[in-house]
């Protein structure tokens, strides 16, 4: 058996193809949906996440702004631009990039974003709507996997879902978004003391804890269906997912890749909840 393979840049490329024609309605109504991505120091990966999100935007039309600050700039000074942002009325969404170095209180600064404008999802405020059910912004990539799962025809209702990792970015959200859908779901992390008995009785498995092919067939049930959030870089420079895509793909029924699955897939979510942002503070 060899596991289809859920495609999400193709997935991503149709979405955001209908965004652009829906980012155009709104400028004839008069609406320009505006993001601002902030990004303190050089860390590398962080230019590579803002490069994608400044060419997706160009791409359905919306209006960027990107501000690129030094390693030193200090706390005081990011939450006054987010103070700044908060009030400029051509700004619907604010992302500021993850990690800030280590002079700047990042739940401060997330915290300072209106909630109104938090297009990453997790402004507590929005995190407690996700919890109680109420329409709000949800985080980029835990909405990416929902919408992946709902286009390759996965019906989750009373399905047994294992999402391993416990993060505030995606195994809370996700574990919240799997129940939304009435599947039975099951937390596993770092203290889990048997990790394979809950992998093997899955029927869909999210894999988001951080650990190169951590996730190998031999742990899976057959015929489940494998989400891998997972981007790591092997001593060989090449990137491997936390799922061990070879032996996984002969055991599963579906699949993401790394890269080209989850990851067009969060870029394509923030840019959703910038416009949805854009609709709502019209």
């Known amino acids: 058996m060899s596991a289809k393979i859920i495609d999400g840049k193709a997935i991503a490329a149709s979405i955001r193809q209908k965004m652009v024609d829906e980012v155009a309605q709104l400028k004839k109504e008069g609406i320009v949906p505006g993001l601002a991505v902030v990004i303190v120091g050089k860390d590398p990966a962080s230019k590579v996440y803002v490069g994608q999100k400044e060419k997706g935007c160009a791409q359905v039309g919306i209006y960027s702004e990107k501000y690129d600050l030094p390693e030193d700039t200090s706390e005081e000074e990011l939450l006054n631009l987010m103070a700044r942002l908060n009030k400029d009325d051509k700004i619907n969404g604010i992302l500021v990039q993850l990690p800030l170095p280590k002079q700047i209180d990042e739940k401060k600064v997330l915290y300072a974003i209106d909630s109104a404008k938090d297009v990453d999802g997790f402004h507590p ?57 009435s599947a039975t779901v099951t937390i596993c ?5 048997d990790l394979s008995f809950h992998t093997r009785r899955a029927d869909v498995v999210i894999a988001a804890v951080g650990r190169p092919e951590m996730i190998k067939g031999d742990m899976l049930k057959e015929g489940a269906v494998v989400i891998d959030v997972g981007v790591n870089r ?42 949805k942002a854009a609709r709502m503070q019209a």
């Open 125 to 181: 405020e929005n995190i407690g709507k996700l919890v109680i059910g109420e329409d709000t912004f949800l985080p980029c990539t835990p909405h990416g996997i929902m919408v992946l799962l709902e286009h390759s025809g996965i019906d989750l209702k009373g399905k047994e879902a294992v999402v391993v990792g416990r993060s505030n970015i995606v195994g809370k959200p996700i574990s919240l978004m799997l129940l939304s859908k």
């Open 234 to 275: 092997l001593e060989n420079g090449k990137l491997a997912g936390d799922v061990e895509f070879e032996s996984a793909s002969k055991k599963a029924f579906a699949i993401t890749p790394v890269p080209g699955g989850v990851g067009p897939m969060t870029i394509t979510m923030l840019l959703k909840n910038t416009i």
């Open 189 to 193: 992390h770092s203290k889990t003391k």
